[in-house]
């Protein structure tokens, strides 16, 4: 494949994958080759390279969250209405574009009233509750050329081998003011389009928010490459059921979705259903349980991934139910597959996961293509996670599913930067396609596809991934059961 000509990049979301894919540019030479782990390059390929983040702080769902403000416990009731609210594009609709953009940049763009619905649908907010510490070891939570703190590796903490939120936040934040990041971030810029120009430039169209005058500021400004790394923990997946959108109207106050979860005490004396089977469905139950007067979990299958789980929503306190058939939305009757049913709920969350959503961004543009969208997407279109087939000047960092996340982006950020660098190309379209087929085929035409795992367990370091799991599990049933006083989990200040 013919080299690509890049200098300058757009990052879309500077949580995780933005921030890599922002170091490892800025770390890469004019000759492809890269001084990460070092000083930034003093003879840089990427002559521009700018982050937009929606939120005020980068970092993504890490970033600081002083007064844990949620998001909407549920889409607004209109939009339930729709009965299309399983749809990310609904729950998540673009803001109306401006006119007159077509000479607005950075420096001079459109001003308009804030429009309040819209940021509220930008469902920006982090899914960090003040309890919460990582399911992932601390060695693992981090970039390979970042320090893993020998405080941290105490095996004496009681969530060893995790982190505490804080930790998680402060390492990140460190990460950010040693790099001096900001330099290259914008903040509260929301990408509202993406498009592609006859001379072959990416042409942005971004909303920047002035909250403290209740404005907005918009302009377009173009760039020869883009890498979309907004995450997917951030657009949440509410799954359709028959009569969910009337019960919401009927009993307003009860639905909400695990990333508007924020303390036990919202849950005490309370009957609650938790519907879902992963891994948050458990990062809430050990704290609503001890707490709750009656839990229900209703989940749709086995968890694959942390095996221990499926046990786990079946032990004391929990009583388990199949998928949910419908709702009578008069009475609050919730009807269940395996033929019981249950009403009279005061609490009811949703612990069902997340889209991949790109508002952005047109298929025809990039060949990059959410399937089937709900909690367990594909995103189409991608070789090796990582990079558009149609249009090689679009990568995504993130995409990719792990316990070794941190890895697996730093990875794709790295590819990314051989590539537009010119250090590497890509091979062929066809070859790429073919890749795409054959992976479908390995795995599944769904999330799996984008699994990966560690396979080497006697691999020095790969072994804390089997102690995490196995102390994961014990700190879910020691909190769950009461054994193990929440005090001793948090950060005390």
Same mark, same amino acid.
């Given at each position: 494949?013919?080299?690509?000509?890049?200098?300058?990049?757009?990052?879309?979301?500077?949580? $995780?994958?933005?921030?890599? %894919?922002?170091?490892?540019?800025?770390?890469?030479?004019?000759?492809?080759?890269?001084?990460? #782990?070092?000083?930034? %390059?003093?003879?840089?390929?990427?002559?521009?390279?700018?982050?937009?983040?929606?939120?005020? &702080?980068?970092?993504?769902?890490?970033?600081?969250?002083?007064?844990?403000?949620?998001?909407?416990?549920?889409?607004?009731?209109?939009?339930?209405?729709?009965?299309?609210?399983?749809?990310?594009?609904?729950?998540?609709?673009?803001?109306?574009?401006?006119? #007159?953009?077509?000479?607005?940049?950075?420096?001079? $763009?459109?001003?308009?009233?804030?429009?309040?619905?819209?940021?509220?649908?930008?469902?920006?907010? %982090?899914?960090?509750?003040?309890?919460?510490?990582?399911?992932?070891?601390?060695?693992?939570?981090?970039?390979?050329?970042?320090?893993?703190?020998?405080?941290?590796?105490?095996?004496?903490?009681?969530?060893?081998?995790?982190?505490?939120?804080?930790?998680?936040?402060?390492?990140?934040?460190?990460?950010?003011?040693?790099?001096?990041?900001?330099?290259?971030?914008?903040?509260?810029?929301?990408?509202?389009?993406?498009?592609?120009?006859?001379?072959?430039?990416?042409?942005?169209?971004?909303?920047? &928010?002035?909250?403290?005058?209740?404005?907005?500021?918009?302009?377009?400004?173009?760039?020869?490459?883009?890498?979309?790394?907004?995450?997917?923990?951030?657009?949440?997946?509410?799954?359709?059921?028959?009569?969910?959108?009337?019960?919401?109207?009927?009993?307003?106050?009860?639905?909400?979705?695990?990333?508007?979860?924020?303390?036990?005490?919202?849950?005490?004396?309370?009957?609650?259903?938790?519907?879902g089977g992963s891994i948050s469905t458990v990062n809430i139950l050990q704290y609503v349980v001890p707490v709750a007067k009656q839990v229900i979990n209703s989940k749709r299958g086995p968890h694959y991934v942390f095996e221990w789980i499926n046990d786990g929503l079946v032990s004391k306190g929990i009583e388990p139910k199949g998928t949910i058939k419908k709702?009578?939305?008069? %009475?609050?009757?919730?009807?269940?597959?395996?033929?019981?049913?249950?009403?009279?709920?005061?609490?009811?969350?949703?612990?069902?996961?997340?889209?991949?959503?790109?508002?952005?961004?047109?298929?025809?543009?990039?060949?990059?293509?959410?399937?089937? $969208?709900?909690?367990?997407?594909?995103?189409?279109?991608?070789?090796?996670?990582?990079?558009?087939?149609?249009?090689?000047?679009?990568?995504?960092? #993130?995409?990719?599913?792990? $316990?070794?996340?941190?890895?697996?982006?730093?990875?794709?950020?790295?590819?990314?930067?051989?590539?537009?660098?010119?250090?590497?190309?890509?091979?062929?379209?066809?070859?790429?396609?073919?890749?795409?087929?054959?992976?479908?085929?390995?795995?599944?035409?769904?999330?799996?596809?984008?699994?990966?795992?560690?396979?080497?367990?006697?691999?020095?370091?790969?072994?804390?991934?089997?102690?995490?799991?196995?102390?994961?599990?014990?700190?879910?049933?020691?909190?769950?059961? #009461?054994?193990?006083?929440?005090? &001793?989990?948090?950060?005390?200040?």
């Open positions: 494949m013919t080299k690509l000509d890049i200098e300058s990049i757009a990052i879309i979301g500077a949580g $995780p994958g933005g921030l890599a %894919s922002l170091y490892e540019f800025l770390h890469t030479n004019q000759d492809g080759t890269s001084t990460v #782990g070092e000083h930034q %390059s003093t003879n840089p390929k990427f002559k521009k390279i700018v982050a937009f983040e929606q939120k005020d &702080k980068a970092g993504g769902i890490w970033s600081a969250q002083p007064t844990f403000e949620p998001d909407l416990a549920i889409p607004p009731q209109d939009l339930l209405d729709t009965e299309k609210y399983n749809d990310p594009s609904v729950i998540h609709p673009l803001p109306k574009i401006p006119t #007159g953009l077509e000479h607005a940049t950075f420096e001079k $763009p459109v001003e308009v009233k804030e429009d309040k619905l819209s940021n509220e649908l930008e469902w920006k907010a %982090s899914g960090i509750f003040p309890d919460l510490f990582t399911n992932i070891p601390s060695r693992f939570t981090r970039f390979s050329y970042l320090d893993n703190e020998p405080e941290y590796l105490d095996e004496k903490r009681i969530i060893y081998p995790f982190l505490h939120h804080q930790e998680q936040t402060g390492r990140l934040e460190k990460f950010i003011k040693n790099e001096k990041l900001y330099d290259h971030i914008r903040v509260n810029s929301t990408v509202e389009q993406a498009t592609k120009t006859s001379d072959g430039k990416w042409l942005l169209t971004v909303r920047q &928010k002035d909250t403290t005058n209740h404005k907005e500021h918009w302009y377009t400004e173009k760039f020869d490459a883009i890498v979309i790394s907004n995450g997917h923990y951030t657009v949440p997946n509410i799954p359709h059921i028959d009569g969910l959108a009337q019960f919401n109207k009927n009993f307003p106050g009860v639905l909400n979705h695990t990333k508007n979860y924020r303390n036990q005490d919202e849950y005490k004396d309370k009957k609650v259903l938790i519907v709702i009578d939305p008069v %009475s609050g009757e919730f009807f269940f597959e395996d033929g019981s049913s249950e009403q009279g709920f005061d609490k009811i969350i949703l612990t069902t996961g997340y889209h991949y959503h790109y508002p952005f961004l047109n298929h025809e543009d990039g060949g990059v293509k959410v399937i089937n $969208p709900s909690n367990l997407s594909r995103v189409g279109g991608l070789y090796y996670d990582t990079f558009s087939v149609e249009d090689p000047t679009l990568a995504t960092v #993130g995409v990719a599913v792990s $316990p070794l996340n941190f890895h697996t982006i730093e990875a794709s950020a790295a590819a990314v930067a051989g590539v537009w660098s010119g250090k590497k190309t890509l091979p062929t379209k066809q070859e790429q396609l073919q890749w795409e087929q054959v992976q479908i085929k390995k795995t599944a035409d769904n999330l799996f596809f984008h699994y990966y795992t560690h396979k080497k367990k006697d691999e020095p370091h790969l072994v804390e991934i089997e102690l995490g799991v196995n102390n994961l599990e014990k700190l879910y049933y020691g909190l769950k059961d #009461g054994t193990l006083p929440k005090s &001793k989990t948090v950060l005390q200040s």
